[in-house]
């Protein structure tokens, strides 16, 4: 039921399964509020074939490690979804779903998080919303005339749509590079990105990906993740590059009512169009608390806002800490902000 207490945390992903284990472990009054009606976040929502890029010893949540997947090195997005509803009712969680927040507003000391299922007042609120349900997609002349179909990486779930279609999948990360691949078994696929392609040492897995960001987390010298690459050369892009289908061309000048227009004015048809173009975070909710935000990052010092110091942000990306998008990467910035509200609370 609605009501009070020391931290309120909104959005029940690995970062708010990590926010709620500390906050558990700190003794602290809590309680996470999900608007998914089962636990396991965003990952419940991949496509098929999606895989994490590193076996499942690393990435673990805090607390217990992520159980190997037995006949696969590399687990797939349901057995991650299995792991996350084992680690909440491992740990006992206060979680309250469905709850979908509105929004979060300050009510004399404490801040009011106004849910459809009522108020809850809390001293602290942590955002670990993430930033699956706001895809991005790039205002690109035309869209609107485009017979054909068109959808984001969320709506994606197997090639077999696309079977014997033409298509052309837009995006220069992982997601396009493995969506492409999948689907160029069964359709003639284009990819097509704004800027060239980096690719990851074909040795470059989450294992090294992990110790990199460890070492930047650390405050270690040399570069972050980012440094590395864009893509990930897991076995479907290397089976994929060795067909001879991992070449993008430069972004396409406009859509047209069936299919693409080039920049030197000749056009391609196509059936649809993929667009794995990325997420903006799912904050919202926090528009009266920060009135000057836009679709981007949030001022923060660590993960704590700067505009609002009872309110902390984890799980966004680098600039909410080093890979805290990530399972590991959610863990460390969720131990540091909760070690920051127990201080706060006066230990």
């Known amino acids: 039921m609605p009501g009070s207490g020391d931290v309120a945390v909104v959005g029940d992903g690995q970062a708010g399964l990590a926010a709620g284990y500390y906050l558990r472990r700190a003794g602290l009054n809590y309680v996470i509020l999900d608007a998914e009606v089962e636990a396991g976040g965003a990952w419940q929502h991949y496509w098929h074939s999606m895989r994490l890029f590193s076996p499942a010893e690393y990435s673990p949540l805090p607390g217990w490690g992520m159980p190997r997947q037995e006949g696969e090195d590399f687990p797939t997005a349901g057995y991650v979804v299995d792991y996350l509803r084992a680690y909440e009712q491992r740990y006992g969680l206060r979680v309250r779903r469905p709850v979908r ?179 903006r975070p799912n904050l919202t909710h926090l528009a009266p608390l920060l009135p000057g935000w836009q679709d981007g990052k949030v001022a923060t010092e660590g993960t704590r806002s700067v505009d609002e110091p009872r309110l902390y942000l984890v799980g966004y990306g680098d600039w909410t800490g080093p890979a805290s998008a990530t399972l590991v990467g959610a863990g460390r910035t969720a131990k540091a902000t909760v070690a920051d509200i127990v201080a706060r609370l006066g230990g």
Not at 135 to 158: C, K, M, N, W
Not at 159 to 180: K, M
Not at 269 to 276: K, L, S
């Open 101 to 279: 927040v509105h929004e979060v507003r300050p009510v004399g000391e404490r801040l009011a998080v106004e849910a459809d299922a009522g108020r809850w007042l809390a001293r602290y609120v942590i955002s670990a919303t993430g930033t699956w349900e706001c895809p991005y997609v790039p205002d690109i002349p035309g869209r609107a005339e485009f017979a054909g179909r068109q959808l984001h990486t969320v709506h994606y779930t197997s090639p077999e749509e696309f079977r014997g279609q033409r298509v052309v999948v837009v995006g220069g990360g992982n997601s396009a590079a493995q969506i492409l691949a999948e689907v160029s078994r069964v359709a003639e696929a284009t990819w097509v990105t704004l800027r060239p392609a980096r690719f990851m040492p074909d040795d470059v897995d989450g294992r090294v990906l992990f110790g990199v960001a460890t070492r930047k987390a650390a405050g270690g010298a040399g570069g972050g993740v980012s440094d590395l690459g864009d893509i990930v050369m897991v076995p479907g892009v290397r089976e994929a590059r060795d067909r001879g289908v991992l070449h993008a061309r430069p972004m396409f000048a406009r859509l047209t009512a069936h299919g693409v227009r080039w920049p030197d004015g000749t056009e391609q048809p196509c059936a649809a169009v993929i667009w794995c173009t990325g997420f």
